[in-house]
C-alpha cells in the first residue's frame, strides 16, 4: 500500500527566505507526482505535476523534483512572500486504476 | 471559468437523515473522484469514476453511494448519517486519470449531530 510522508506539519520563516518542502513515499512505482496548495476553507489547487519520466518542473518561483528510486520529492519555494502563507500537500499516483494517494500536507507560514 | 462546483458548501445534518452532495465540472473530464478530508488525517479517497455509467470504491466508502448517469454530474449519497461522517468533502475531476493534472471543487462542508 502506498504511504506518502510530509514532514515537518508545520513550517514558519521569515519573508524572504528560499525554503525547501520534502514528500516522501514508499512505492516507487508511481505515474505521477502532484504538489497542491490549500488555502484555509478552500479547496485544493494544483502547483506542478511531475511525470514519472521527468525528473523537475518549474513555475515562476516554485520547483519541483522528482527521485523515484529514492522515493522523494521537493517543492523548492524562492523568496518567499507572506501570499505563500497555506497548506502544501504532495500526491502520488499508482496502481491499475491511477489513485491518487496524498500527504498529510505541510502549513507554511511566511511572517512579514 | 466554473471548472468544478460543489453544492451545497454548508450543511448540518441529524443523525440518521440522508442527503446529497452535488459535483458537476463543465471541463468534458471523463474521470471524477470524492474525496473527504478531516484534520490531521489528510484527503482519503471515498468513490471515483472513469467515466459515465462507471463507479467503483476508494479507500472509505462505506455509508457512501455515488452514481454517474452523465459526464458532468458526479453525486455523493449518504444514506444514515452518522457523525463519523462530520467532515470537509471534495470533488475533483482530471482529463486523463493518472497522467493528468487534478481539478478540485471549493469543498462541502458537513456536520452530523
Known amino acids: 500500500k502506498q504511504e506518502v510522508t510530509q514532514i515537518p506539519a508545520a513550517l514558519s520563516v521569515p519573508e524572504g527566505e528560499n525554503l525547501v518542502l520534502n514528500c516522501s513515499f514508499t512505492d516507487s512505482a508511481i505515474y505521477n507526482l502532484q504538489w497542491f496548495r490549500q488555502d484555509p476553507g478552500k479547496g485544493l489547487t494544483s502547483l506542478l505535476l511531475?511525470?514519472?519520466?521527468?525528473r523537475e518542473q518549474t513555475s515562476g518561483r516554485l520547483n519541483a523534483s522528482l527521485d523515484k528510486s529514492s522515493g522523494r520529492s521537493t517543492l523548492y519555494i524562492a523568496a518567499s512572500q507572506p501570499g505563500d502563507s497555506a497548506t502544501y500537500l504532495c500526491?502520488?499516483?499508482?496502481?491499475?486504476?491511477?489513485?491518487?494517494?496524498f500527504g498529510k500536507g505541510i502549513t507554511l507560514s511566511v511572517r512579514p | 471559468n466554473a471548472g468544478v462546483t460543489q453544492t451545497p458548501k454548508f450543511r448540518i445534518l441529524k443523525i440518521g437523515q440522508s442527503m446529497t452532495l452535488q459535483c458537476a465540472q463543465d471541463?468534458?473530464?471523463?474521470?471524477m473522484y470524492w474525496y473527504r478530508q478531516d484534520p490531521g488525517m489528510g484527503l482519503k479517497l471515498i468513490y471515483y469514476?472513469?467515466?459515465?455509467?462507471?463507479?467503483d470504491k476508494g479507500e472509505v466508502p462505506n455509508g457512501y453511494n455515488v452514481s454517474r448517469s452523465t459526464t458532468e454530474d458526479f453525486p455523493l449519497r449518504l444514506e444514515l448519517a452518522a457523525p463519523s461522517q462530520t467532515s470537509v468533502y471534495f470533488c475533483?475531476?482530471?482529463?486523463?486519470?493518472?497522467?493528468?493534472?487534478?481539478?478540485f471543487g471549493e469543498g462541502s462542508r458537513l456536520t452530523v449531530l
Open positions: 475533483a475531476s482530471s482529463s486523463s486519470g493518472g497522467t493528468g493534472e487534478l481539478f
Open positions: 511531475i511525470q514519472s519520466s521527468q
Open positions: 469514476s472513469v467515466g459515465a455509467g462507471i463507479t
Open positions: 500526491a502520488v499516483t499508482t496502481g491499475a486504476n491511477s489513485k491518487l494517494t
Open positions: 471541463m468534458n473530464h471523463n474521470y
